[in-house]
Nanobody, 132 residues
Framework: VQLVESGGGSVQAGGTLRLSCQVS????????MAWFRQAPGKKREGVAA????????????YYTNSVKGRFTNSHDNAANTLYLQMSSLNPEDTAMYYC???????????????????????WGQGTQVTVS
């Protein structure tokens, strides 16, 4: 599986950005897909996740508390692209943002139960978001 993020950039506080993650090289119909971020000197943090397809956990979503109401995670099946719409951005959102995907049922189950695992088996290269 190959994941390629885009859409990062610099924005003023209160602004918006939309990140995209193009997925290729997979034949699985159901995936757990997530966004993580890592700021300098800090641990990688799970931001948002969803489960695609109609199998276990399909339609489930997850958001970490700090982004609830501000970020929206979505998936375009036809384009096989994951999006993260970010609004009301603040400097604490500054980080490298990574897209991740995993086809294993345990990941889809955990997200449907409100937990975000960190051991995804496919990762993108990251896209930088800077809020000033």
């Amino acid at each position: 599986v190959q994941l390629v993020e885009s859409g990062g950039g610099s924005v003023q506080a209160g602004g918006t950005l939309r990140l995209s993650c193009q997925v290729s090289g997979t034949t699985f119909s159901s995936y757990a897909m997530a966004w993580f971020r890592q700021a300098p000197g800090k641990k990688r943090e799970g931001v948002a996740a969803l489960v695609t397809g109609g199998n276990t956990g399909g339609g489930s979503t997850y958001y970490t508390n700090s982004v609830k109401g501000r970020f929206t995670n979505s998936h375009d099946n036809a384009a096989n692209t994951l999006y993260l719409q970010m609004s009301s951005l603040n400097p604490e959102d500054t980080a490298m943002y990574y897209c991740a995907a995993d086809h294993r049922r345990q990941h889809r189950t955990l997200i449907s139960q409100g937990y975000l695992p960190v051991d995804f088996d496919a990762w993108g290269q990251g896209t930088q978001v800077t809020v000033s």
